[in-house]
């Protein structure tokens, strides 16, 4: 079965410093693969998306994810965090008619 | 042009009472789905429309939750009987091409609050 496995349910970083939020995933074919981010009370917002080609995929806000197919994992990466970026972030892979979502890690920025 | 928009943004509701949730999706996408955000249980899929066929309503949890979309635009998320358990927000998104994407825009969602 499809499945999105995000292990850190809570990360603090410090900011300016690096972040590494991991996602592996569970799926059939070539997965199509997503991260969004969630602000308290607001939607969900796209940051950036695999499909194919290039395995790291730059994104929105200065994130970027690589998809490694041998470790089953879309991991978002971003160099220097801002007190903004506390969320919660979602990884999620393409369903035939819809997205499975992880649990998601929730990030907190600390001064 | 406009996002995804979804109303009401609050809703509170008695146990037993019925609800409708609505959600307009970005102009000239031909999918839309709902999906519902509880602690708990993360995201979970409810239904998907796409164009002028038939619904997946594989993710709806009880014969309670039904959905409608008409004219194959604004769709209503339909919760009868609520139970308190089906306190959550929902979420509607869009989508513009199945075949080559499945890229979705989000609404804000609305949050249901039954007591």
């Known amino acids: 079965a499809q499945s999105v496995t995000q292990p850190d349910i809570h990360i603090t970083v410090s900011e300016g410093a690096s972040l590494e939020l991991r996602c592996n995933y569970s799926?059939?074919?070539?997965?199509?693969l997503f991260w969004y981010v969630q602000s308290p009370g607001q939607g969900l917002q796209l940051l950036l998306k695999y499909f194919s080609g290039d395995t790291l995929v730059q994104g929105i806000k200065g994130f970027e994810a690589e998809f490694k197919r041998s470790q089953s994992s879309f991991n978002l990466r971003k160099p220097s965090v801002h007190w903004s970026d506390a969320a919660e972030y979602f990884c999620?892979?393409?369903?035939?008619?819809?997205?499975?979502f992880g649990k998601g890690t929730t990030l907190s920025v600390s001064s | 042009g406009a996002g995804v928009s979804q109303s009401p943004s609050n809703k509170v509701t008695e146990k037993g009472k019925d609800v409708e949730l609505r959600c307009d999706p970005i102009s000239g996408h031909t999918a839309l789905y709902w999906y519902r955000q509880s602690l708990g249980q993360g995201l979970e899929f409810l239904i998907y429309?796409?164009?002028?066929?038939?619904?997946?309503k594989s993710g709806l949890p009880s014969d309670r939750f039904s959905a409608e979309r008409t004219g194959g635009s604004v769709s209503t998320l339909t919760i009868q009987r609520t139970q308190q358990e089906d306190s959550a927000v929902y979420l509607c998104?869009?989508?513009?091409?199945?075949?080559?994407?499945?890229?979705?825009?989000f609404g804000p969602g609305t949050r249901l609050t039954v007591t």
């Open positions: 999620a892979v393409g369903a035939r008619t819809a997205l499975i």
């Open positions: 429309f796409q164009g002028n066929s038939a619904p997946d």
């Open positions: 799926y059939g074919a070539t997965p199509y």
């Open positions: 998104a869009s989508s513009s091409r199945l075949a080559e994407s499945y890229e979705q825009y």
